[in-house]
T-cell receptor
Framework: GENVEQHPSTLSVQEGDSAVIKCTYS??????FPWYKQELGKRPQLIID?????GEKKDQRIAVTLNKTAKHFSLHITETQPEDSAVYFC??????????FGTGTSLTVIP | SQTIHQWPATLVQPVGSPLSLECTVE??????LYWYRQAAGRGLQLLFY??????ISSEVPQNLSASRPQDRQFILSSKKLLLSDSGFYLC????????????FGPGTRLLVL
């Protein structure tokens, strides 16, 4: 089955700097890649996603890039703010019903 | 719009007691439904998923079971809880369509003592 690896597991940045989280996947049939943000004690919330026919997608300060050849995708957060502090999960979906999640990145934005 | 509910929100149970967690979805028909467990500070472990009434796929052998008695209802059960069953249980739903995401419920925090 699909295997999703996520790095780094923890990340600290100064407010205003950029943060980058990277994920790799193993199954070339994966065609959908969502990113979730989970604040402490709350449910994961979808923040951005990308489909396999797109290389990059941007939504205000958040962007995701996908390299199908290398089988990796990344989350980029620019001009980080303290409220960006949370755990971020990447996921990959192969054609089918299962989502395969990365192990999470705990992002801390230091004021 | 679609809404997903879980209850209870929190639960404290003794070891060896039974468990029943419920998840319901509103505003959609024939959703895919998922149960995940998240241990403290850890990632998401898929426990079960269902593509229709009575159809359950189990991902991890354990003392938990799942049932889907109605189209928009998903239940997670155990006959005898273990200490290791403690965690944050998340239900999620998705349309089942290719390249579509899944959405999580508010979760149930379970503590087994």
């Amino acid at each position: 089955g699909e295997n999703v690896e996520q790095h780094p597991s923890t990340l600290s940045v100064q407010e205003g700097d950029s943060a980058v989280i990277k994920c790799t996947y193993s199954d070339s049939a994966s065609n959908y890649f969502p990113w979730y943000k989970q604040e402490l004690g709350k449910r994961p919330q979808l923040i951005i996603d990308i489909r396999s026919n797109v290389g990059e997608k941007k939504d205000q300060r958040i962007a995701v890039t996908l390299n199908k050849t290398a089988k990796h995708f990344s989350l980029h957060i620019t001009e980080t703010q303290p409220e960006d502090s949370a755990v971020y999960f990447c996921a990959a979906r192969v054609t089918g019903n299962q989502f395969y999640f990365g192990t999470g990145t705990s992002l801390t934005v230091i004021p | 719009s679609q809404t997903i509910h879980q209850w209870p929100a929190t639960l404290v149970q003794p070891v060896g007691s039974p468990l029943s967690l419920e998840c319901t979805v509103e505003g959609t028909s024939n959703p895919n439904l998922y149960w995940y467990r998240q241990a403290a500070g850890r990632g998401l472990q898929l426990l079960f998923y269902s593509v229709g009434i009575g159809q359950i796929s189990s991902e991890v052998p354990q003392n938990l079971s799942a049932s889907r008695p109605q189209d928009r209802q998903f239940i997670l059960s155990s006959k005898k809880l273990l200490l290791s069953d403690s965690g944050f249980y998340l239900c999620a739903w998705g349309t089942g369509a290719s390249q579509e995401t899944q959405y999580f419920g508010p979760g149930t925090r379970l503590l087994v003592l």
